[in-house]
């Protein structure tokens, strides 16, 4: 089965640091990859996916990732956090062509930015 | 505002009970997919019905059934409950059973085991 980690739990930042937040998956296939944002007291959002094509993809407010296939990796980035970036993270993996569609998530990265 | 219900927002209740947690999805959407999030396991897969019918099985435990009505608005009933089951519940939906369909979450509900 496939999984996905997510390898710090809490990153502190001030405004206007670059942010990476790193996430590796296990699964030999092909697969499609997300990451979501869960601001306080929110539903989860999607910021960004990748499905084939250009590795590095651009989702909202400023995101974006890279797939690197080789390090089983999909990294998300932010050249520049703002104090309204805080909120968990959350990588997820979902296996391209199967059946069904359910996500594997990351146990999700605290971000805390400070102003 | 994702478009995906649920109802209630915060359950408490007491070990050995039964409750049932409901999800609206999205209007047009024929996926629902059930989540749980907990703080030692994570976020964690399920189920998930397509236009009525199981299509899908995760780490759903034999006292947690769940269905899908033909209006597809979805319920999830938990039994015999215990306090590891407190945790946040979410709903997903999506428009159908292609791989490339975002699935849109709910705003949970947060379930407290007594």
């Known amino acids: 089965a496939q999984s996905v980690s997510q390898h710090n739990h809490h990153v502190i930042l001030s405004e206007a640091a670059s942010l990476e937040l790193g996430c590796n998956y296990s699964?030999?296939?092909?697969?499609?990859l997300f990451w979501y944002v869960q601001y306080p007291g929110q539903h989860l959002q999607l910021l960004l996916k990748y499905f084939s094509g250009d590795p590095l993809v651009k989702g909202i407010k400023g995101f974006e990732a890279e797939f690197i296939k080789s390090k089983f990796s999909f990294n998300l980035r932010k050249p520049s956090v703002q104090w309204s970036d805080t909120a968990e993270y959350f990588c997820a993996v979902k296996i391209s062509g199967a059946g069904s569609y359910q996500l594997t998530f990351g146990k999700g990265t605290k971000l805390s930015v400070i102003p | 505002d994702s478009g995906v219900t649920q109802t209630p927002k915060h359950l408490i209740t007491a070990t050995g009970q039964r409750v049932t947690l409901r999800c609206s999805p999205r209007?047009?959407?024929?996926?629902v997919y059930w989540y749980q999030q907990s703080l030692d396991q994570g976020l964690q897969f399920l189920i998930q019905?397509?236009?009525?019918?199981?299509?899908a099985k995760g780490n759903i435990l034999e006292r947690f059934s769940a269905q899908q009505f033909p209006d597809l608005h979805s319920e999830l009933n938990l039994s015999s409950l215990e306090l590891g089951d407190s945790a946040l519940y979410f709903c997903?939906?999506?428009?159908?059973?292609?791989?490339?369909?975002?699935?849109?979450f709910g705003p949970g509900t947060r379930l407290t085991v007594l």
């Open positions: 997903a939906s999506s428009v159908g059973g292609s791989n490339y369909n975002e699935q849109f």
């Open positions: 699964y030999g296939g092909t697969v499609n």
């Open positions: 019905y397509y236009n009525g019918e199981e299509r």
């Open positions: 209007s047009g959407d024929l996926s």
